[in-house]
C-alpha cells in the first residue's frame, strides 16, 4: 500500500513515469491500478478532455500534433492518447506510438500514449476513460483522445470526451457517410482536413445541409465547421478557438457537468458488463451443460438467443423477455 501512495504522490506531482506506470496497471487490469485511480480520483475534473473520431487517412494524428504544438506554445500541458488497432497475435497496439507525434517525443510537457483497441467496436478500449483520468490527475491541461478510425461505429467516444471533432477529408465519401445516422449527430466541432482539395467547397456545402435537416432548438450551440491543412498547420488557431469556444458554452449552459455525469454513468455499466462477462467467461469454463448447450447450437437444434437464456438462468443473472426460449 506504500509503493501505491508513493506512485499515486509521483502521479499527482506531474511524473511522466509514474504516469507511464499507472497507465499499465490499469490496461493490465492490474488490482493495483484500479486501487490509484480510487487514490487520485478526487484530483481530476480539471482537465479538458477532447475525442477526435473519423476514418482511416482523415488526419487525426496530423490534426494532433498541430493542435498540441499551438496548445504547447500557450504554455499548456498536453496529454495525448491513440487507440490502436489491437495485433491479433500479441494483443497490443499495432501501430504504437504514432509517427507523426513524433516532433513532440522529447517535450516534457507532452506525454503520449498508444492504447490497443482489443476489439472494442466504439473505437475506445475499455481503460480509455481511465487513463484520461490519470491524465487528468498528473496536471495535463488538454487531454487528445484519438481513436481508431473504424468509421461509423466509432460513437462511443461521446462517452468519454467533453468536446468531440469529427474529422472529415474530401473525395473519400466521408460526405455520404455523415449522411447516415450515429455518427454526424455525435460533434461538438466538424473538421473538414485536407482543405485543399478542389472538393472542400462541395463538401462543406454538403455537411452544411446535413446539419440544417438535423438542427434542433432544444440546443444552442451551433456545431462550426472548421477547414484545416493540419500538415502546414493552416486553420489550426481557429479550431482552437472553435474548441474554447465550445468549452465555455457548456460551461456557462452548465452541461458539462451533464456530460461528466453521462460519461461517468456510461463507463461505471461498462466496467461492470466487462467484469460480469469475465466472471461468466470464468465459470463456463469447464462447465459440461455450457459446452451441450454450444454444441446444440451448433448443430442447429438450438438457437443462441435461446441458449444465452439459459446460461443466464443458471448464473442467475435473468434473461430479457423477449430473449426467453419459447416453449
Given at each position: 500500500m506504500t509503493e501505491e501512495r508513493t506512485l499515486a504522490q509521483r502521479l499527482l506531482d506531474g511524473d511522466r513515469?509514474?504516469?507511464?506506470?499507472?497507465?499499465?496497471?490499469?490496461?493490465?487490469?492490474?488490482?493495483?491500478?484500479?486501487?490509484?485511480?480510487?487514490e487520485v480520483y478526487p484530483h481530476t475534473g480539471r482537465a479538458a478532455v477532447v475525442g477526435l473520431t473519423g476514418a482511416p487517412g482523415s488526419g487525426k494524428s496530423s490534426l494532433i500534433s498541430a493542435l498540441t504544438r499551438l496548445r504547447r506554445e500557450q504554455d499548456r500541458t498536453v496529454a495525448v492518447l491513440s487507440i490502436d488497432p489491437s495485433s491479433p497475435f500479441t494483443h497490443g497496439a499495432l501501430l504504437g506510438d504514432r509517427i507523426r507525434l513524433s516532433d513532440h517525443f522529447l517535450d516534457p510537457g507532452v506525454f503520449i500514449r498508444s492504447m490497443a483497441s482489443r476489439g472494442a467496436l466504439g473505437g475506445l478500449s475499455e481503460a480509455a476513460l481511465q487513463t484520461a483520468l490519470l491524465m487528468d490527475a498528473a496536471g495535463r491541461d488538454d487531454v487528445f483522445l484519438e481513436t481508431v478510425g473504424v468509421g461509423q461505429a466509432e460513437v462511443d467516444i461521446v462517452d468519454h470526451a467533453d468536446t468531440v471533432v469529427l474529422v472529415l477529408m474530401p473525395g473519400s465519401g466521408d460526405s455520404i457517410q455523415a449522411l447516415k445516422?450515429?455518427?454526424?449527430?455525435?460533434?461538438?466541432?466538424?473538421?473538414?482536413?485536407?482543405?485543399?482539395h478542389p472538393l472542400?467547397?462541395?463538401?462543406?456545402?454538403?455537411?452544411?445541409?446535413?446539419?440544417s435537416l438535423g438542427a434542433s432548438g432544444s440546443d444552442s450551440w451551433r456545431v462550426p465547421i472548421v477547414k484545416t491543412e493540419a500538415v502546414r498547420a493552416a486553420g489550426i488557431e481557429e479550431l482552437v478557438a472553435r474548441l474554447d469556444e465550445h468549452r465555455a458554452h457548456i460551461e456557462a449552459?452548465?452541461?458539462?457537468?451533464?456530460?461528466?455525469?453521462?460519461n461517468l454513468r456510461g463507463e461505471v455499466l461498462a466496467l461492470a458488463a466487462h467484469r460480469l462477462r469475465r466472471r461468466l467467461e470464468a465459470g463456463l469454463a469447464d462447465d459440461e451443460r455450457f459446452a451441450e448447450l454450444l454444441d446444440e447450437v451448433v448443430a442447429r437444434r438450438l438457437d443462441p438467443a435461446s441458449a444465452a437464456s439459459e446460461v443466464l438462468e443458471r448464473a442467475d443473472l435473468g434473461a430479457p423477455a423477449s430473449h426467453e426460449p419459447r416453449r
Open positions: 513515469r509514474a504516469l507511464a506506470r499507472a497507465i499499465t496497471l490499469v490496461e493490465s487490469d492490474d488490482a493495483a491500478g484500479w486501487e490509484l485511480v480510487r445516422a450515429g455518427v454526424v449527430e455525435i460533434p461538438d466541432v466538424i473538421v473538414v482536413n485536407k482543405a485543399d472542400t467547397d462541395t463538401m462543406d456545402r454538403e455537411i452544411r445541409g446535413v446539419l449552459e452548465g452541461t458539462l457537468s451533464e456530460r461528466r455525469r453521462r
